[in-house]
């Protein structure tokens, strides 16, 4: 009988014996007791650590080396790796073939073919089969309210933390510098999601600092960003826009200013989502609050940011959405679903890093402010719902979202804790 699944299973079903342990003895005939599986190793060397077992009379303590069939022992080279001389046991589907340390030393071997449910590979078989929205959403039911939230909070807070590494990689390229750092988390993420690598480009060539020196002119600071943005090249459309084509050719002179390399996208947007809109707001941003940055990095009250994001744009943008063509006068101030867009996209996420990196407060503060943020309504939400999961706010849809993202789509279920408590049942 072959093993016709990955072995992640095997894993899974060795991390929580998920088999027969009766009368367990290795491949020499050697009674074992396992007393303890090990700890699951998601880096390199051994599948698991920290393991204890008895075999005989005589206690070992040591890793675990997971494989489908024995003979993957010599196919990885585990004999000539110093890593896996710690090995103490080798634990195999099929037990076709030996297993020793890097002195020749031979290691005890188990086989599992015969001692494995097989109502438990079929139900796995199903998960991975299931062309449902989710693998499990026909068996959500079998899990409790209670692992099914900690399960989101926990997907929550994974995918903040996945951004502090793109953070990081801010705080490293500007020598330290948290206010051009967050300058940039805020600036990507009016790109989001067209012109996110753009306007992340962009927020790396401008200089927080620069914007700050002028931020009394509301003029200056647009002709900063739309010439940055490589978006003042073509011939005069009116008096406005070659007033900031030649307000940029200074301060670029004067500053040693080069456009973009990234192209910026238009075709196929909303109005109120064109990048031309967005960079005016961005401008209209830095200019009407200069101290945005240095205030929110000590955690105001939600409603306080809120405040400060409220206001309108120069009187050209009252009746553009982009340098062409003049349209109908309209407010073109930053809604409050692109106020919620920025705390999930840049606030939330960096005031978290910014916290954990500076150790003074505590990272879960950041995540307050999502509970005073709506859930956001969309595709993925809705069929969340329709599996029978609901969200109160924008903590839970994160966490909703990201769980489906990272691990549904993949078929990650032996990752995900809800994916491992129907498989364990």
């Known amino acids: 009988m072959s093993f016709d699944y990955s072995e992640d299973l095997l894993q899974f079903i060795w991390e929580y014996q998920l088999y027969n342990s009766q009368q367990l003895t ?19 060397g051994p ?100 692992d099914i939230k900690l399960w989101i909070d926990r997907m929550a807070v994974e995918r903040i933390e996945a951004r ?23 600036v990507r993420a009016f790109g989001m999601p067209t012109n996110t690598e753009a306007f992340a480009e962009l927020g790396a060539k401008l200089r927080y600092d620069l914007i700050q020196k002028h931020h009394e002119s509301l003029f200056q600071v647009e002709a900063l960003f739309f010439g940055t943005a490589g978006l003042l090249t073509d011939d005069g459309n009116d008096n406005y826009y070659t007033g900031l084509q030649n307000e940029y050719a200074f301060l670029s002179t004067k500053y040693s200013l080069t456009p973009i390399s990234s192209q910026i996208k238009t075709g196929r947007m909303r ?68 106020i919620n867009h920025l705390f999930l996209n840049a606030l ?32 993925i939400i809705t069929s969340w719902s329709n599996a029978g999961i609901n969200c109160k706010n924008a903590l839970e849809s994160q966490g909703l979202l990201h769980l489906y993202k990272t691990y549904c789509v993949n078929q990650r279920c032996l990752q995900c804790n809800i994916g491992k408590k129907i498989l364990s049942r």
């Open 348 to 379: 939330v996420p960096f005031i978290f890093f910014y916290e954990k990196r500076k150790g003074e407060g505590s990272p879960e503060h950041a995540m307050e402010f999502l509970l005073e943020i709506p859930k956001e309504q969309n595709n």
């Open 26 to 44: 290795t491949s020499t005939g050697e009674e074992i007791t396992i007393i303890n599986p090990g700890l699951l190793n998601k880096n390199s």
């Open 164 to 186: 502090c590494d793109l953070y990081s990689s801010y705080l490293e390229s500007c020598g330290g510098n948290w206010n051009q750092a967050f300058f940039q988390a805020i």
């Open 47 to 146: 599948d698991f650590s920290n393991a204890q077992l008895k075999i005989g009379e005589t206690i070992h303590y040591g890793a675990i080396e997971i494989h489908v069939n024995a003979t993957e022992w010599f196919q990885h080279n585990h004999h000539t790796d110093k890593a896996y001389n710690a090995v103490i046991l080798h634990v195999c589907y099929t037990n076709n073939g030996i297993a020793v340390r890097e002195d020749g030393t031979s290691i005890p071997t188990i086989e599992l073919k015969d001692r494995i449910n097989q109502k438990s590979l079929v139900k796995y078989e199903q998960l991975m089969e299931n062309k449902s929205f989710i693998a499990c959403e026909n068996t959500l039911r079998d899990v409790s309210d209670f």
């Open 271 to 338: 109005p109120m989502n064109l990048p031309h809109l967005k960079l005016a707001q961005l401008a209209a941003f830095f200019h009407h609050a200069p101290l945005f940055i240095a205030k929110v990095l000590h955690l105001p009250n939600p409603s306080e940011v809120k405040n400060m994001l409220t206001f309108e744009l120069s009187d050209y943008w009252q009746t553009h959405y982009s340098f062409k063509n003049e349209s109908q006068k309209r407010s073109k101030s930053i809604s409050s679903g692109f």
